[in-house]
């Protein structure tokens, strides 16, 4: 039987670089890494607040029927093929990404809690959790260097639209996570014990 273990964490929080560490860990191992990121809308179709500005961080801004489409899929042994998201950064190619199914499914995304179809298929319920001030730091590093937004526009979507959506549909799932990770300095330690559990389930 197939295993789903979920990763979650506010934006900045390290959950992306926390699953590359695994993915290194795991290399080899039948296991299936899949970024819910790459089940966002399409940009036209995302909401915009009073000033405008499209805001990403909705549950809303999710194609969650297709991701279930193709989690059953995945979980049948059958592989799916997704284009990458990059909707949110104009410098970005998108590339398609097939993958194949595997003994465990690892699926990595801000609000994989909240859709109820989604969180009761669990196995594992991950939570990297960080200080605010390091996720801005992080946010910040990220949208610069990688979206090259300007200063203001990070700062403000962080404030009206990051920290709002983390309060109300993110943070109130940690009192049911299995395992939370501090990652307010490194996630190393609890990268390699989930590593190890990973492959006493695909023993």
């Given at each position: 039987?197939?295993?789903?273990?979920?990763?979650?964490?506010?934006?900045g929080?390290?959950?992306?670089?926390?699953?590359?560490?695994l993915k290194?860990?795991l290399?080899?191992?039948?296991?299936?890494?899949i970024?819910?990121?790459?089940?966002?809308?399409?940009?036209?179709?995302q909401q915009?607040?009073?000033?405008?500005v499209?805001?990403f961080?909705?549950p809303?801004?999710m194609d969650?029927?297709q991701?279930?489409?193709?989690?059953e899929a995945?979980?049948?042994?059958e592989s799916?093929?997704r284009q990458?998201y990059s909707f949110?950064?104009?410098l970005?190619?998108?590339?398609d990404?097939?993958?194949?199914?595997g003994?465990v499914?690892l699926?990595?995304?801000?609000?994989?809690?909240?859709?109820?179809?989604?969180k009761?298929q669990?196995?594992?319920?991950v939570?990297?959790?960080?200080?605010?001030?390091?996720k801005?730091?992080?946010r910040?590093q990220?949208?610069q260097?990688e979206?090259n937004?300007?200063?203001?526009?990070?700062?403000?979507r962080?404030?009206n639209?990051?920290i709002?959506?983390?309060?109300?549909y993110?943070e109130?799932?940690?009192?049911e996570?299995?395992?939370v990770?501090?990652?307010?300095q490194t996630?190393?330690?609890?990268a390699?014990?989930l590593s190890?559990?990973?492959?006493?389930?695909l023993?």
């Amino acid at each position: 039987m197939v295993k789903l273990i979920g990763i979650c964490g506010g934006s900045g929080s390290g959950k992306t670089s926390f699953v590359k560490e695994l993915k290194n860990n795991l290399d080899g191992q039948e296991v299936c890494f899949i970024s819910f990121d790459d089940y966002y809308r399409p940009r036209e179709e995302q909401q915009v607040d009073s000033n405008g500005v499209k805001n990403f961080d909705l549950p809303e801004s999710m194609d969650i029927a297709q991701f279930l489409t193709d989690l059953e899929a995945l979980k049948n042994g059958e592989s799916i093929t997704r284009q990458e998201y990059s909707f949110n950064n104009e410098l970005a190619e998108p590339k398609d990404i097939t993958l194949e199914s595997g003994k465990v499914i690892l699926i990595e995304g801000l609000f994989i809690y909240h859709f109820e179809s989604l969180k009761q298929q669990f196995d594992l319920k991950v939570f990297i959790s960080a200080d605010d001030e390091i996720k801005i730091i992080r946010r910040i590093q990220r949208d610069q260097l990688e979206r090259n937004y300007p200063l203001d526009d990070v700062l403000y979507r962080y404030k009206n639209h990051v920290i709002p959506s983390y309060k109300k549909y993110i943070e109130p799932y940690v009192g049911e996570m299995d395992l939370v990770v501090n990652n307010n300095q490194t996630y190393k330690k609890a990268a390699e014990v989930l590593s190890v559990y990973v492959k006493s389930l695909l023993d």
